[in-house]
Nanobody, 123 residues
Framework: VQLQASGGGLVQAGGSLRVSCATS????????MGWFRQAPGNEREFVAA????????LYADSVKGRFTISRDRASNTLYLQMNSLKPEDTAVYYC?????????????????WGQGTQVTVSS
């Protein structure tokens, strides 16, 4: 079971970035998926989640209206499109596969985690 996040980088405030998560079919085909992030000194926090069929998206209030989660089941890839980025979005972003078919805001409901990709937003 593997999840590989990529696409992070340095972007100016107001800019956009898309991070991706390549997953093994076993990790994701019938599972909800999610994105979490962790800034230095902070707890890992929920960002967005999606169900096994690409429906029922969930978003943290802090990113609602700016970020969009999606998935391509054919290629087993999870995406997070991030627009109107702010310096407070700076963090390591992690993708995760849920234990069941739906995403969740609770990181305890995720059984598999990727290694993370750094997103840095400059002011």
């Amino acid at each position: 079971v593997q999840l590989q996040a990529s696409g992070g980088g340095l972007v100016q405030a107001g800019g956009s970035l898309r991070v991706s998560c390549a997953t093994s079919k076993r990790a994701s085909s019938n599972n909800g998926m999610g994105w979490f992030r962790q800034a230095p000194g902070n707890e890992r926090e929920f960002v967005a989640a999606i169900s096994w069929n690409g429906g029922s998206p969930l978003y943290a209030d802090s990113v609602k209206g700016r970020f969009t989660i999606s998935r391509d089941r054919a290629s087993n890839t999870l995406y997070l499109q991030m627009n109107s980025l702010k310096p407070e979005d700076t963090a390591v972003y992690y993708c995760a596969a849920a234990r069941g078919p739906y995403g969740s805001t609770d990181k305890g409901r995720y059984g598999y985690w990727g290694q993370g990709t750094q997103v840095t937003v400059s002011s």
